[in-house]
């Protein structure tokens, strides 16, 4: 493999990492189970980022109703919409990336929509909770979803996403071939409403360190027209949003709105099929730093999860000083796990006493940490 990146620490010295290939295609299956943040929610869909929810490692798959596990496939994730994501894991080494794989998914795509059922899935994920140390499923689906929640819901929408063939399949390797590539991107234009994507994880290592750089591959323009992405904007945004909600909730996203256009943010307006979105970004640099989401479904978002990803939330002194602030103008208690997470508030709550200038009162303060970093 050739390139590099180079890694600049606090001192100034400058190190050189060097691509290199994973040992064993098990490093890489750990490494995704250990850290499903490897899969790029936010590359998969940038306007409503995907998280991920671990169901199990090497769950199997039977090929008739009621039958016995045909196959074993590498992980199966749930994102926060209970699509299942079905992820396969090869070494860009090994010459099955190519063909065999390709078929060896479909095949696991075709029979888990006829054989899974939402209750084995469930099964499967309070087996690993239990295995885990006895971890609590409802509050690994909580914490998924960034806020309590009636579990039975989920567990529905992942039913019905079953049921109509939704589901999302990724090819995970250290290096995508072409041929790969171009097979994922032709599936990903025909499948409806199945999404097809590949997944490259470069390893970097140098003077003991090592650094992964995930992309994701195989989103093309014709597919996401085919199967009818939508864009919202503010004409769109603001009539759904008063249609579920009410006019009371539209003026308090209308005054968010406002202020981060004043503030000089640039909006991200979500393409999600049900629920709309804006997310005000701010441009530093040469980095796009995330602050809030609004939704049309009446609630607003506070960005912990990837803020983190930027100085200076990437501080967690920071981030629980954020969270301070949040709390006391807000009047209400946002979890302490709220800043590794998306914690959501309702657009109704900020429409009471004052609470929406509060908040944009941080939010300014969260905008001169940006640019002042």
Not at 123 to 137: F, N, W
Not at 213 to 240: H, I, N, S
Not at 342 to 351: G, T, V
């Amino acid at each position: 493999m050739s390139g590099g990146i180079f890694l600049l620490d606090p001192t100034g010295e400058l190190t050189e990492m060097a691509e290199t290939a994973f040992a064993a295609e098990v490093d890489l299956q750990k490494l995704l189970a250990d850290h499903p943040g490897l899969l790029p929610g936010d590359q998969i869909d940038p306007g409503s980022p995907r998280r991920w929810l671990l169901v199990s490692r090497e769950i199997g798959i039977p090929d008739q109703e009621q039958g016995g596990a045909r196959w074993a496939l590498d992980h199966l994730f749930l994102d926060q919409d209970g699509v299942p994501t079905l992820v396969e894991v090869k070494r860009g080494t090994d010459p099955r990336t190519r063909r065999e794989v390709v078929g060896q998914m479909l095949d696991y795509a075709a029979n888990s929509v006829l054989h899974w059922t939402a209750e084995a899935i469930q099964a499967s994920l309070a087996k690993r909770c239990q295995e885990e140390g006895g971890l609590d499923p409802d509050e690994q689906i909580a914490h998924l979803l960034g806020e309590p929640a009636a579990t039975g819901d989920f567990w529905q929408r992942v039913k019905t996403n079953l049921k109509a063939g939704k589901i999302r399949l990724l090819f995970v390797s250290d290096a995508i071939p072409p041929e790969l590539r171009r097979i994922v991107e032709f599936l990903n234009e025909q499948m409806d409403p199945a999404e097809v994507l590949a997944v490259e994880i470069r390893q970097y290592a140098g003077k003991g360190l090592k650094t992964l750089v995930p992309r994701v591959l195989g989103q093309t323009t014709e597919a996401l027209v085919r199967k009818g992405e939508k864009r919202w904007d503010e004409p769109t945004f603001f009539a759904e949003l008063t249609r579920r909600t009410g006019e009371e909730e539209a003026r308090v996203a209308r005054r968010i709105l406002d202020w981060a256009k004043d503030r000089g943010c640039w909006i991200w307006w979500g393409s999600g099929a049900q629920d709309g979105s804006f997310f005000p970004m701010v441009h530093h640099g040469d980095e796009d730093y995330w602050t809030l989401a609004v939704w049309t479904y009446g609630r607003i978002e506070i960005q912990f999860q990837w803020m983190r990803k930027r100085p200076p939330f990437d501080s967690r002194e920071k981030r629980l000083e954020l969270l301070q602030r949040l709390n006391e103008v807000l009047g209400m208690v946002i979890p302490e796990d709220g800043i590794e997470r998306r914690p959501s508030i309702p657009l109704r709550l900020l429409a009471e006493g004052g609470r929406v200038e509060g908040l944009l009162g941080v939010m300014d303060w969260v905008v001169g940490e940006v640019r002042g970093a």
